[in-house]
């Protein structure tokens, strides 16, 4: 079955900083990935989704790169703002996504110091 | 506000009492979907609607839970006999027919005393 690993459970990092997030998965590729971010409390809220057929994608300050190949994303912040701090999940679709149902990591909790 | 929304947000309760969790979708999405979160953990998919379709469910999602959405939709979540391992954030996504991104509810906390 599909597994998720996020490189670690928590990241410090000084406000201003770039920081890189690592989601992997140990099974088959899937049709896309996606990054949620999640606060204390809070229900999940979708950033960026990225195809298997795209090997990068930018959004604002986030930037998501995808390897098939590693079976491996990562997760870009430039210029870290302590509003970043919060919980990113990784997820990518069960079954290769043929009812869309997600498979999430257990997440990273990034921590912004000014 | 148009996301989607859950009800209630916060339940306590005894152990051994029934408990329903309402969500209602974004509009136009015919895809709902129920995840349950632990502390700690990433949320871990419970069952699937496509309209008013159950089409897949977990095997997390024993046969004290049931899930139903009648006309295709709002979404009821009734727990019966509840345990204290029920305990968790549950949270409700949905999705429009011609788009991938899941677009998740605030959740609703359930403790079980």
């Known amino acids: 079955s599909q597994k998720i690993e996020q490189n670690s459970e928590a990241l410090n990092i000084q406000e201003g900083k770039t920081d890189t997030l690592t989601c992997n998965y140990t099974?088959?590729?899937?049709?896309?990935l996606e990054w949620y971010r999640q606060d204390p409390g809070r229900g999940p809220v979708f950033l960026l989704l990225?195809?298997?057929?795209?090997k990068e994608k930018r959004k604002e300050r986030l930037k998501v790169t995808f390897d098939t190949t590693l079976k491996q994303s990562l997760f870009h912040i430039t210029a870290s703002q302590p509003a970043d701090s919060a919980t990113y999940l990784c997820?990518?679709?069960?079954?290769?996504?043929?009812?869309?149902?997600?498979?999430f990591g257990k997440g990273t909790k990034l921590s912004v110091k000014p | 506000d148009t996301g989607v929304s859950q009800d209630p947000r916060h339940k306590i309760t005894k152990r051994g009492q029934n408990v329903t969790f309402r969500c209602d979708p974004i509009s136009e999405h015919n895809r709902l979907y129920w995840y349950r979160q632990t502390l700690g953990q990433g949320p871990e998919f419970l069952t699937y609607f496509q309209n008013e379709a159950q089409l897949e469910k977990s095997r997390l999602l024993s046969d004290r839970f049931s899930a139903e959405r009648p006309k295709g939709s709002f979404s009821t979540l009734e727990i019966q006999r509840t345990e204290q391992g029920d305990s968790a954030m549950y949270l409700c996504?949905?999705?429009?027919?011609?788009?991938?991104?899941?677009?998740f509810g605030p959740g609703t906390r359930l403790t079980v005393l």
């Open positions: 099974n088959y590729s899937p049709a896309y």
């Open positions: 990225i195809r298997e057929n795209e």
């Open positions: 996504a949905s999705r429009p027919g011609g788009g991938d991104t899941q677009y």
């Open positions: 997820a990518l679709p069960n079954y290769g996504g043929s009812q869309g149902n997600l498979i």
